[in-house]
């Protein structure tokens, strides 16, 4: 019973801490959306336990957090659907590159064992999920300390009524992003479930690299814009 209640309070944690690390990655506003933030965490820790300890199908728990993150973003915050799931793709793959860079840390070190990536709900297990938590809060806050990040992306809410030009080059660039972060998230279980956490952090890397690019790229075009912008108003008067 003890075990499981603590399952279920670090599976908020670590799911608020997602949604927390991605939207610091963007400079998205998490203070407003807190209560939210923190009751969708709770509800996802409740369909982890029971995809992971009750129907004992754990392949599928992140795969599915991962689209119910997704709608999170576009019906809880107002951010339209591709723009979440490139956000969360990004986010998640940061969030795998320390889980399991702490994972091969503590392996190093001889206190976790190889086996413990399968397992749910040991001692391993806990000190494995508290360390990369407090390591995504601990990053979280300093970016937002720095104001550090990409601020390509609008603040939510998104607006609905005008209508979006899927097939524009930012658009494509980030769908192709999205859809990268997507492949890397539904077969992360796989790997780690077949002791494949150095692929898993080969894919996590080029994934999230991917993105920091684009992000990188987005952000230039925008102060481009913006001093272009300026110019032409200066010009006018």
């Known amino acids: ?66 689209i119910l993150f997704i709608l999170f973003f576009r019906y809880g ?20 590159i320390v889980q399991v860079g702490v994972y091969y840390f503590y392996n190093f070190l001889g206190i976790l064992q190889t086996g413990v990536l399968q397992q749910n709900t040991t001692y391993q297990v806990y000190i494995l999920q508290i360390t990369y938590i407090l390591i995504c809060f601990a990053i979280s806050l300093i970016l937002r300390i720095y104001y550090i990040g990409f601020s390509f992306i609008v603040t ?14 930012e658009n494509r660039r980030v769908s192709v992003s999205a859809l990268l972060s997507s492949v890397t998230i539904f077969i992360a279980e796989v790997l780690l479930y077949q002791s494949s956490p150095f692929v898993l952090l ?28 300026y110019r032409e108003r200066f010009k006018k008067s």
């Open 1 to 66: 019973m003890l075990s499981n209640v603590i399952y279920i309070l670090l599976g908020v944690l670590d799911a608020i801490a997602v949604m927390v690390f991605s939207l610091k990655i963007y400079m998205l506003p998490v203070a407003s959306y807190k209560r939210r933030i923190i009751g969708f965490g709770v509800l996802i820790a409740i369909i982890s336990f029971f995809m992971r300890v009750v129907f004992d199908i754990p392949k599928w728990d992140l795969p599915l957090q991962y």
């Open 77 to 96: 915050m107002s951010i339209k659907t591709h723009l979440a799931a490139f956000i969360l793709g990004a986010g998640i793959s940061a969030y795998a």
């Open 156 to 169: 939510p809410p998104h607006d609905f009524i005008w209508k979006e030009n899927y097939l524009s080059e």
């Open 202 to 229: 080969l894919m996590s890397i080029f994934t999230f690299g991917f993105s920091y690019i684009l992000s990188r790229k987005e952000d230039r075009e925008d102060a481009r814009k913006a001093i272009e912008a």
